[in-house]
């Protein structure tokens, strides 16, 4: 791996450039998380790049979804009531492209029923226009592909995160075949890939490409720098969990002593930081805290805040 060109890597070592603002699985705050929708009002909103999650289909596809099951962003349970595999939540590793290609991935974000991560749960419902939220509502929407994903992002001039999910079943080969991918499209200088798992970000960073790697971490340790130069990554994504952060308003939070000597750690590594997930995105708030804190970029599902 060469990382050649990557403008992901240019970007880190251009002083002076505003803080990043990745939108976390797209809008996720006005559109469906992980689909071209979200990516596509990202976009719009002028952020850095986009955030996505990706898993393996039962044949071998490579989706773009947060979660190990379906059950949470899908009608799966709808159109396989009675299916085994309900039992256990409908993981998508046990699902045949062909089975999730026709789910509706879109009304679960504006129904009443109000699941984590919906636009009623992040309080934004009201701020989706009409014909959106009839979009959303019309069954149509759909899981991506990595494929599409990339395709998007491409035709967008945009750039993108791609966070490979871990698990207890999940080996190396998984990062050989999403780096395999990315090269396949010729789009590897817009990717950063990201994992919490050691061994993938290892193994994406050996794999050929001019894609970049980032170390995922919910915990920011005196050893996280280590860990993190050896298996090569090329910047640091730590949660908000980690930072130590004070309780300030109706959930929002505010750095400390403690946060600020956490990043200055982290710092040591020279690998740019960035923090996920923030939302307070308004004046004074944890992101310009951040800022001033030097972090290289934030997550957020609320790309748009103005």
């Not at 505003?18 to 559109?31: K, Q, T, V, Y």
């Not at 469906?32 to 996505?52: D, I, K, S, V």
């Not at 993108?160 to 499209?185: F, H, L, M, S, Y």
């Given at each position: 791996?060469?990382?050649?060109?990557?403008?992901?890597?240019?970007?880190?070592?251009?002083?002076?450039?505003?803080?990043?603002?990745?939108?976390?699985?797209?809008?996720?705050?006005?559109?469906?998380?992980?689909?071209?929708?979200?990516?596509?009002?990202?976009?719009?909103?002028?952020?850095?790049?986009?955030?996505?999650?990706?898993?393996?289909?039962?044949?071998?596809?490579?989706?773009?979804?947060?979660?190990?099951?379906?059950?949470?962003?899908?009608?799966?349970?709808?159109?396989?009531?009675?299916?085994?595999?309900?039992?256990?939540?409908?993981?998508?590793?046990?699902?045949?492209?062909?089975?999730?290609?026709?789910?509706?991935?879109?009304?679960?974000?504006?129904?009443?029923?109000?699941?984590?991560?919906?636009?009623?749960?992040?309080g934004t419902l009201d701020l989706i226009a009409p014909a959106a939220r009839a979009q959303y509502a019309s069954g149509m929407i759909r899981v991506p592909t990595l494929e599409n994903a990339l395709e998007l992002t491409e035709r967008l001039d945009w750039?993108?995160?791609?966070?490979?999910?871990?698990?207890?079943?999940?080996?190396?080969?998984?990062?050989?075949?999403?780096?395999?991918?990315?090269?396949?499209?010729?789009i590897g200088s817009r990717v950063l890939i990201s994992s919490f798992d050691q061994g993938l970000v290892a193994a994406a960073r050996q794999a050929e490409g001019d894609h970049a790697v980032a170390l995922l971490s919910e915990t920011a340790g005196p050893e996280l720098a280590a860990q993190a130069r050896a298996v090569g990554a090329q910047a640091i994504h730590v949660g908000t969990s980690a930072l130590a952060l004070a309780r300030r308003d109706e959930g929002n939070f505010t750095a400390t002593a403690e946060t600020r000597a956490i990043i200055m750690r982290l710092h040591s590594s020279g690998l740019p930081i960035l923090v996920y997930t923030v939302n307070d995105r308004e004046p004074g708030g944890l992101q310009d805290q951040l800022d001033a804190l030097g972090v290289a970029g934030i997550f957020t599902d609320d790309p748009s805040h103005t």
């Open positions: 791996m060469n990382g050649r060109g990557n403008r992901w890597l240019a970007s880190f070592e251009t002083p002076d450039l505003p803080l990043r603002i990745i939108a976390h699985r797209g809008d996720s705050f006005r559109a469906p998380e992980n689909t071209l929708a979200a990516a596509e009002l990202g976009r719009q909103a002028g952020a850095f790049a986009w955030e996505l999650d990706v898993q393996a289909t039962r044949d071998g596809v490579l989706i773009v979804l947060h979660d190990d099951t379906l059950e949470r962003t899908t009608n799966v349970r709808a159109r396989y009531r009675d299916d085994p595999r309900g039992a256990n939540g409908y993981p998508a590793s046990a699902f045949l492209w062909e089975e999730i290609e026709t789910l509706d991935a879109g009304s679960w974000f504006v129904s009443s029923a109000g699941r984590a991560r919906s636009a009623r749960d992040f750039l993108v995160n791609v966070e490979i999910k871990g698990g207890p079943e999940v080996g190396d080969e998984a990062a050989r075949k999403v780096a395999a991918a990315i090269q396949t499209q010729g």
